[in-house]
Nanobody, 119 residues
Framework: QVQLVESGGGLVQAGGSLRLSCAAS????????IGWYRQASGKQRELIAT???????NYADSMKGRFAISRDNTKNTVYLQMNSLKPEDTAVYYC??????????????WGQGTQVIED
């Protein structure tokens, strides 16, 4: 059972930056893919970016350019750097982890989310 704890959200002015953190309860080498998602009020949860255990990154087309995902293996933490924030970036941001076993069994875990409010 992997536990994910997001942090770093808060109130930010338009055009500002934030860095969100997702701390995992175990080595992130054991996690196949870690991703960041967000959900605005009244909308569906949407993908922002993912990073694999090998370090490969993938971004949703609409998120390219202002968001950057990275990882620190020594801290078992994945980050989301967000720049040039806009009012439409206001949402709860969630961390997601997918573990795929050699037998191709898949386990999915979510954090509790961190709120980002664009002022």
């Amino acid at each position: 059972q992997v536990q994910l704890v997001e942090s770093g959200g808060g109130l930010v002015q338009a055009g500002g930056s934030l860095r969100l953190s997702c701390a995992a309860s175990e080595s992130i080498f054991s996690i196949s893919v870690i991703g960041w998602y967000r959900q605005a009020s009244g909308k569906q949860r949407e993908l922002i970016a993912t990073i694999s255990s090998g370090g490969s990154t993938n971004y949703a087309d609409s998120m390219k350019g202002r968001f950057a995902i990275s990882r620190d293996n020594t801290k078992n933490t994945v980050y989301l750097q967000m720049n040039s924030l806009k009012p439409e970036d206001t949402a709860v941001y969630y961390c997601n982890a997918i573990i795929i076993t050699p037998a191709l069994a898949r386990s999915i875990y979510w954090g509790q989310g961190t709120q980002v409010i664009e002022d």
